[in-house]
C-alpha cells in the first residue's frame, strides 16, 4: 500500500463530499407559485355550526357509502380523514366548551380536508407522478393506476391528508380531488365543489384562489361586531349571503403562506394550532427535498463522473489479478 | 481465488439451531399469507399518521444499513488498496446480498400496490424528484450487482461439480474481465441509496423531531453512519463465526478497521453537532423529555466504539472490539428508529407500536437470512480458508 497514493484519495474524496455539501445550497429551488387559474376553497371556522352537511355530501358526490357506528346507532359519525371519509369537521373543545370560537372554556369546529399545496409535498416525494398537481387549476389528483402503494405521499403531507385503504388487499390512497376526478368533474362541468355546494352558512366557499384571499383579507379588515354579509356557494358568483357579525380574526389566513401556501384557505377566531394545523414555516419541505435530489442527481451527471473515477481505481488496485483482488 | 476460501462442507446442515430459524420463518409465512390475502391491516398496526412502520424502518432502512458490509470492505481493498482485508470480502458480499434481497422483499411485501411495482421503471413515469424513486431504482440495481459480485464464490463450487468444471473456468474468466466494473458500481450504488435513506426525513419536515432534522445535512449523515455500521457488522459477523464454528479469530484484520470506524464516527458526531448547535437546537438536547433522552442514548452508543477504537490496546482485543462493534450497530439502528418512528410525529391523533405478526415476520425475515448464510457458508466457498500461522 502506497502512503501516498491513499492520501490523494482521500484527498479526493474529501473534497467530492465538502462539494457535494456545499452545491444543494447553491441549487434549492424555491417555493412554487400558484397555479394561473387555481380553484379552492375558504373554510371560515367561525361562520361553520357543525352540521356536517358538508361530510354527508362529501360522500354522497364521491361514490363513499356512510359507515354505521354500529346496530343501534345508523349513522356516520367520521371522527377523522380514512378511507371513507375525505373530508371531515372536527371539534376544538377545552373547559366547559360553552362559548364558540373562544379559547377558555370554548369551542370551535374545523374542516379537515386535502388542502391542495400550492407547492404539495405528496406530488414531490411520488415515486412515479401517481399524484400531480394540475397546471392550470392547481388541483391535486390521484392516479390508482400509477400507484405503487409505497405510502410515501401520507409521510410527506403536512397534513396528514392521503389515507390507504389497509383493511383491503388490494387498498388504494383515498383524498379530496376537489370533486373533479374521472366520472365526476364538478369544476370543469362548471359547478362547485360539495362541500361548498351543500354548507348552509358559507362557512365553506368555493372559487378562484385569488378571489378566496381577498374575501378572507376583507372579512379580516372588519371591527369585531360589524355585520357582514358573507357570501354563499361561489365567492365569484355567490347564491345568496348570510349576516352576521364579524368576529375577531386571527391575523392570518392559514394556507396564504404555509409550507408554500395552500389552494384552501381558513380562517379563524382561535389560533389555528388549535385547530390541528402543523407548526409549519414558509417554506415548503418538498423544495428543499428537491433541491438536494436535484443536485445530487441532475441527468445523473455526478453519479456518471463519480462511476468513471471509481471505475478507473478499482480497474487500477486489482489489474492482473483474478476476481477483482488486489495486490 | 478460491484457495482464499473454502466451504465447511465437513459440517451438518440441519442443526438445531438451523431447524429452528426454519420454524420461525415457517410461523412468519402465516402472517405473510394472511397480509395478501386480507390487507395490510390483518397484520400490522400502520395507519394515517404512520405509515410507515417496522417493515420500512427495520427491514429496508435498517436493514441495508446492517449489510453494508460488502460495501465498506470494498471502498477498503478495492479503493484504499488494502489487500490484507481480501478474506473478508466474500462473507461480507453474501450478507450484504442477504440483507438488500430480503430489504427488497420486504419492499414489496410493503407496497401497498405491489402489481403497480413495474412504473418505477417507465421513464415517462419516473419522477426524478422523488426519493423514493433513487431508492427504488438504485437498491433494485444493487441487488443485482451484489449477486454478481457474489457469483466468483458460486463458479469456484460450479467448477467442482463433475461435468461442469470447463464452462465453470470459462464463465469466471469472462467474469474475472469485467468484475472490477461491478466493483465500482457496488461501491457508488449503496452512496447513493444510503444517503437517499437519510434524505427522506428532509420532505417529512417537521414530523421528523428537531434533533434528528438536519435538512440538507441529512443524507451525509445517513451515508456515514451506514459506512461506520459496515464496518461493525464485518466485525461481528467474523467473530460470530469465530465463535460459532470455533474457527481462529481474525482481530488483527479488524483491528485496522477500527482506525478507519474511528475516524467515521468522529466526522459523523463533529458534523451533527456542529449542524445542531449551529441551527440552535442546544434546547432540544437538554429539553429532558423522550427525543433528548433517547439522543444522549445513541450519542454514547456512538462515543463508546469511539473510545475502543482510540486505544491501541483495546483495538488488538476480540473481546473489546466485538462490545465496540455492537455498540455502534446499535447507534446506527437507533438513529433510524428514533427518527422513522420513536421520535417521529404527525400530529395529534396518532400513535404507533408494532403489531404482533408485524414483528414475528420481521423476526421471520431475520430467521431467514440466518438460516441461508448458514446453508450458503456450508455450501460454498465462502468464508476465509483457516490460516494458523500468522498471515
Redesign the interface.
Known sequence: MDRRKFFRTSLGATVASAAALAAPAARARPNLEPAPEAVGMLYDATLCVGCKACVAKCKEVNGMPPVPMGQDTYADFALDLSEHTLNVIKIFSEGKGATKDALTDGFAFEKRSCMHCVDPGCVSVCPVKALTRHPRTGIVSYDKDACIGCRTCMTGCPYNVPQYDYNNAFGEIHKCEMCNQKGVERIDKGLMTGCAEACPTGATLFGSRTALLEEAKRRQALRPGEVYAYPMGDVRKPDSYHEKAAPQYQPKVWGEKEAGGTNVLHLSAISYDKLGMPPLGERSFASISEGVQNTLYSYLALPAIALGGLTWLVKRNTAGEQEGESK | ?SHHYQALDDRKILTPFFLLMVAIAAFGTIFLIMR???????V?N????Y??GIWVVYDIIVGTAFACGGYALAIT???????KY?PLVRPALLTSLLGYGFAAFG?FV?????W??Y??FLPW??????????V?LCVAAYVLVLAIEFS?AVLDWLRKQTGWQIKAEAW?AKL?KV???F???G??LP??HQ?SLG??M??????IHPLWQT???T??LAVLSAFTMGFAIVIFEGSMVTNGFKRHPETHLFSGLGKIIRGLIAAFLIIRFAYLIFAGKLGAMFAFDLGSLMFWIETALFVYPLVVMSSEEKRGNGKHLLYAAVSLLLAGALYRFDAYLITYN?????SYFPAFPEMIMTVATIATEIAVFLFVVKKFPVLPREVHAAA
Open positions: 481465488m395478501f390475502v386480507a390487507g395490510m391491516g390483518a400490522s400502520l395507519s394515517g399518521g405509515p410507515w481493498v478495492y479503493l484504499f488498496n488494502k489487500g481480501h419492499a410493503d407496497m401497498g400496490r405491489y403497480n411495482a412504473n418505477m413515469q419516473m419522477n426524478t424528484n422523488a426519493v423514493m424513486l433513487e427504488g466468483p469466471r474475472d468484475l472490477f466494473f466493483i465500482a458500481l461501491i457508488l452512496t447513493m444517503s434524505s427522506f428532509i420532505a417529512m419536515g417537521y414530523k435538512m440538507e445535512l443524507p451525509l404527525p400530529g395529534p391523533g396518532y
